[in-house]
């Protein structure tokens, strides 16, 4: 049966953090399946063609990326929910103008966790903003800025991406995107 395990695991060494240190955008449709190369026998993706831009947004302090399958034996489907909060601080023009971008398209996001791994959320079909916040606060330590919750619906968890460093993930003929540009301003 093609659904078998096939690999036990170890306990692992406490040497992981939690928590998220940049997220890059991807325009929905800069690439298509065919453009998707896996590392052998793995859901590993090691490189993607045709992507021209990677847009970088740094983050700091509560941000989180969750994934949970969802499985039903009455209707024989399992598909997994990818879902991403981010807080962006300080609002200005240009960025309300990329949510609201956001909030009409579905990008596909690299999240990159504090592990130095990179996942791809929404692969096929993209990721949602389910709610954008725009806040000003109340007090004057509260939030002046965004918060944002993309929410993605695929039949895998997020893959992970074969680089652990952002000089691997995009710039160089042999990176995960090619001579794909990160645009961070």
Known sequence: MSCEVANGRLEVCKDAVGGIDAIYFINYGDFSSVD???VAGTDTIDTIANVSNLYKYELKGTNSFDQVYNSSRENGTTFAEQTLTV???KQDATTH???KLMAYGRPHIVVKNRNNQFFLAGLEHGMEITTANVSNGTAMGDLNGYTLTFVG???LYANLL????EAGLAGGAGDVFGTATIVTV
Do not use: G
């Open 162 to 165: 074969d680089c652990s460093n």
């Open 36 to 38: 998707v190369a896996y």
């Open 153 to 155: 619906t695929e039949k």
């Open 97 to 99: 103008k990329n949510v």
């Open 87 to 89: 807080t962006l601080k």
